[in-house]
Nanobody, 123 residues
Framework: VQLQASGGGLVQAGESLRVSCAAS????????MAWFRQAPGKEREFVAA????????VYANNVKGRFTISRDNAKKMMYLQMNSLKPEDTANYYC?????????????????WGQGTQVTVSS
């Protein structure tokens, strides 16, 4: 499995950005997916997760209402639409494919990871 995250960049607070994740090598539509992020000096934290068929999703409290996770199984793509960005959203954003059991919030449920894409929000 290969996951390739892209779309990061530098934006100002209040602006929007969409990051994408392209998957290859394994049947994408059979697995839940998620976004995590990691800021310098901090642990990797859960952002959002989506079920294999895109029907259900969960969000971290600090992004709920601002971020939207989605997927297109035909294209083997996952997206994270980020609105009303804040400086504290600055981090390297990683996409991940779920391989273990759980509610989707723990990094240990994910066996495949992309390389990350940097999102920087200036104040």
């Amino acid at each position: 499995v290969q996951l390739q995250a892209s779309g990061g960049g530098l934006v100002q607070a209040g602006e929007s950005l969409r990051v994408s994740c392209a998957a290859s090598g394994r049947t994408f539509s059979n697995n839940g997916m998620a976004w995590f992020r990691q800021a310098p000096g901090k642990e990797r934290e859960f952002v959002a997760a989506i079920s294999f068929n895109g029907v259900s999703s969960v969000y971290a409290n600090n992004v709920k209402g601002r971020f939207t996770i989605s997927r297109d199984n035909a294209k083997k793509m996952m997206y994270l639409q980020m609105n009303s960005l804040k400086p504290e959203d600055t981090a390297n954003y990683y996409c991940a494919m779920k391989t273990g059991r759980g509610d989707g919030r723990s990094r240990y449920e994910y066996g495949y990871w992309g390389q990350g894409t940097q999102v920087t929000v200036s104040s």
